[in-house]
């Protein structure tokens, strides 16, 4: 498996408080991704990053922002959880952009929002 | 905007049985990866198919990608209880230049 780790791996939060999600990466790729997945949608972009300080919005970006300081984090930060943000998110990384390349993802994170 | 569907969305056979997901675009797709999510993992990429009729093959799988370049199927021949998992059809192409996930088939294989 490629070096993708995300933390935590499972949280439970009330709604209207703040919630960050990190991804860490040791593949050196410049391409990082969030997504979201829920049964009957599969796996949704939220935002992805190109470089550092580099991100763009994905499908699904509203109540989401996120920061990429160093190659290697990506941070998702849920500036105030509703109940409609409790999903499965998933950290990828592709070496390059594009629709040709591979995306290799992290463990997921299971996040609950009473 | 575009959009990637699968069908069906859940399928269960007994083991040794056939196994067959399609993947259908609205528009038409430049590439189309294959994902298989075992239960409680991640994505885990399979494969790529980028030209038009294209047929690749892994094993007992088989991936076709369609003429028109708007629909694609993964195959499973003699399904075994390793098959288990959901499977993603990724498609590219459109406006964003992102790939677009399908909805996924969760296939169940019984012994």
């Known amino acids: 498996d490629a070096g993708i780790t995300q933390s935590p791996r499972h949280k439970v939060t009330e709604t209207g408080t703040p919630v960050t999600l990190r991804c860490h990466q040791t593949?050196?790729?410049?391409?990082m991704y969030w997504y979201r997945q829920d049964p009957g949608h599969g796996l949704r972009l939220i935002h992805y990053?190109?470089?550092?300080?580099?991100?763009d919005k994905g499908e699904v970006s509203d109540g989401y922002s996120v920061s990429r300081s160093k190659t290697e984090d990506f941070l998702l930060t849920l500036e105030s959880a509703t109940s409609s943000q409790t999903s499965v998110y998933f950290c990828?990384?592709?070496?390059?952009?594009?629709?040709?390349?591979?995306?290799?993802f992290g463990p997921g994170t299971r996040l609950t929002v009473l | 905007g575009q959009q990637v569907m699968q069908i069906p969305q859940y399928q269960h056979v007994q083991e040794g049985e056939d196994f067959t997901t399609y993947c259908n675009s609205s528009?038409?797709?430049?590439?189309i990866q294959w994902y298989k999510q075992r239960p409680g993992g991640h994505p885990v990429f399979l494969i790529q198919?980028?030209?038009?009729?294209e047929v690749k093959k892994q094993k007992r799988l088989t991936f076709q990608f369609g003429e028109a370049k708007k629909n694609s199927s993964l195959h499973i021949t003699a399904t075994q209880t390793t098959d288990v998992g959901t499977y993603f059809c990724?498609?590219?192409?459109?406006?964003?230049?992102?790939?677009?996930f399908g909805t996924g088939t969760l296939l169940a294989v019984q012994p």
């Open positions: 990828a990384i592709s070496e390059s952009g594009g629709t040709y390349n591979e995306q290799f």
């Open positions: 990724a498609g590219g192409g459109g406006a964003t230049n992102k790939l677009i």
């Open positions: 593949e050196n790729h410049r391409y």
């Open positions: 528009t038409t797709l430049s590439n």
């Open positions: 198919l980028v030209k038009s009729g």
């Open positions: 990053s190109y470089g550092v300080k580099d991100t």
